[in-house]
């Protein structure tokens, strides 16, 4: 039993150690220093608040991102070795596809990894089929929590196949009708058996005193309707918290 309990501390340590890379490799934060002279001071900058969050959790624990652009990403590890990755392909988020991925080869190893996050009802048919139960479990937890959910998953992928890949994606990139149906569609393959990393949760504090305010609003007359986009679950939370409904 030893053996087999060393060989799955092994594999914990390993998914811990690749969504660590994950949070600090798949985004759209871009570091900045405001002193060019100090290099140990970096601010985040980035569209969204929660991939800031990621970003700096990641730092947290060693994993820090120095360097970013369309072709290079740079960070060091958390045994401080600095880690260079090249930017094979990227697929910004967007709101008709729900997720995000890139895909990197690291340039002292040559390894190729796919990492894709974005929102459980888009990532959960790209994991593997044995994982899918766990995202609808963990994703209701955390949304009855009133947090906002993403689903992080990676996948290795070999320099032949990267190769084949790729040249598929350029020709449906050069395609003159259906573009992006067979940009999509190419995509597709390469997002299928995901392997699940994790699931994280984010939670969207109020600003202070929204309920007061909301309250007020309600007993001079006006109505105050709450529109969103997040779960049923991640929904009634904040509602409560905004002082629409009851906790009961």
């Known amino acids: ?36 002279h100090d290099k140990s001071v970096r601010e985040f900058q980035a569209s969204s608040p929660d991939e800031i969050a990621l970003v700096r ?14 072709n290079l990403i740079k960070i060091i590890n958390t045994q401080g070795i600095d880690e260079n990755y090249e930017v094979l392909a990227n697929f910004p988020f967007s709101s008709e596809t729900k997720r995000m991925g890139i895909v990197l080869k690291n340039k002292e190893t040559d390894k190729i990894v796919f990492y894709l996050k974005g929102a459980e009802v888009v990532m959960k048919a790209t994991v593997r089929p044995g994982q899918r139960a766990t995202v609808d479990e963990a994703c209701e937890n955390l949304a009855i929590e009133g947090l906002r959910t993403l689903v992080i998953s990676q996948k290795l992928i070999s320099q032949d196949y990267f190769d084949s890949w790729f040249k598929r994606y350029q020709s449906a990139k050069a395609c003159m009708t259906n573009r992006e149906e067979k940009v999509q569609q190419v995509i597709g393959e390469l997002e299928n058996g995901m392997e699940l990393l994790a699931i994280t949760g984010v939670e969207d504090k109020l600003q202070d005193e929204v309920a007061l305010v909301i309250e007020s609003l309600r007993s001079a007359g006006i109505q105050v309707w709450m529109l969103t986009g997040d779960k049923v679950e991640t929904a009634t939370c904040i509602a409560i918290s905004a002082g629409f409904k009851d906790r009961r």
Do not use: W
């Open 1 to 36: 039993m030893r053996p087999r309990s060393r060989k799955v501390r092994r594999e914990q340590a390993n998914v811990v150690r690749d969504t660590i890379s994950a949070l600090a490799l798949c985004h759209n934060v871009t570091p900045t220093y405001p002193n060019e």
């Open 57 to 70: 959790f990641a730092d947290s624990l060693g994993m820090e991102l120095l360097e970013i652009d369309q």
